[in-house]
């Protein structure tokens, strides 16, 4: 069974930077592709970013673009780098194991098969 426990929410000013980790056990990278959810309050869950393991393939909501980097390592630990924050990136942030068709996914709401608990960030 897939499981996703993330990390490292944090308060932040305006301009700061944080580091999300999701340590996702129980799965193997060909079977997923991994991403990040939030959900600012009163929003609904957004995309963030996507990636597959071990392919090229990367997608960014136009919000975050060359701001947040999505990154995976060999420990099955997914990343969130994200700088120049603002406060309309405070929200409860989420891991997500993503349906995977090849080397390809779709990173929307339906396709996530597996959610960890979410770490909140603040930036004010």
């Known amino acids: 069974q897939v499981q996703l426990v993330e990390s490292g929410g944090d308060s932040v000013q305006p301009g700061g930077s944080l580091r999300l980790s999701c340590i996702a056990s129980g799965y193997t990278t060909s079977s997923y592709c991994m991403a990040w959810f939030r959900q600012r309050l009163g929003k609904e869950r957004e995309a963030v970013a996507g990636m597959v393991p071990g392919g090229d393939g990367t997608y960014y909501a136009d919000s975050v673009k060359g701001r947040f980097t999505i990154a995976h390592d060999r420990k099955s630990t997914l990343y969130l780098m994200m700088n120049a924050l603002k406060p309309e990136d405070t929200a409860m942030y989420y891991c997500?194991?993503?349906?995977?068709?090849?080397?390809?996914?779709?990173?929307?709401?339906?396709?996530?098969?597996?959610w960890g608990q979410g770490t909140q960030v603040t930036v004010s």
């Open positions: 997500a194991a993503v349906a995977r068709d090849g080397g390809t996914c779709e990173v929307t709401l339906r396709a996530v098969r597996v």
